[in-house]
């Protein structure tokens, strides 16, 4: 008797951790970078003004963004890879996407414009 009370009470702490783990991934939460919530992608139009690949930040000066109801303006965006900076150069105009990662919007995409 006394195991099974121990094995019940075994079973009802690992549901109290496991469920709100479990809702959490279904909900889309569970992946998500240090916690943070990610909103929609954006698209934006715009013209590199300089790159700084160490700290992954580009700052781009992008067209009126209507989905942010944002006007034309020059902007620092932390890029969500690294990697994505690498061939980026000042001047370049550049396609990009950005999503709301926690309090900051991240470049999650960018190529040079047709």
Do not use: C
């Not at 003004?49 to 034309?72: C, F, Q």
């Amino acid at each position: 008797m006394k195991a099974k009370i121990v094995m019940s009470a075994a079973v009802l702490a690992l549901s109290v951790v496991a469920v709100p783990v479990a809702l959490a991934a279904e909900e889309g939460h569970g992946d998500n970078q240090q916690g943070m919530d990610h909103g929609p992608a954006h698209k934006l139009h715009g013209v590199v003004n300089s790159v700084n690949a160490e700290v992954g930040r580009v700052n781009i000066t992008h067209d009126p963004v209507e989905s942010l109801k944002w006007p034309k303006m020059k902007m620092n965006f932390k890029a969500h890879d690294a990697a994505l900076l690498k061939d980026l150069k000042p001047g370049m105009t550049v396609d990009f996407e950005i999503t709301k990662m926690g309090n900051e919007y991240h470049v999650t995409k960018i190529t040079p414009a047709n």
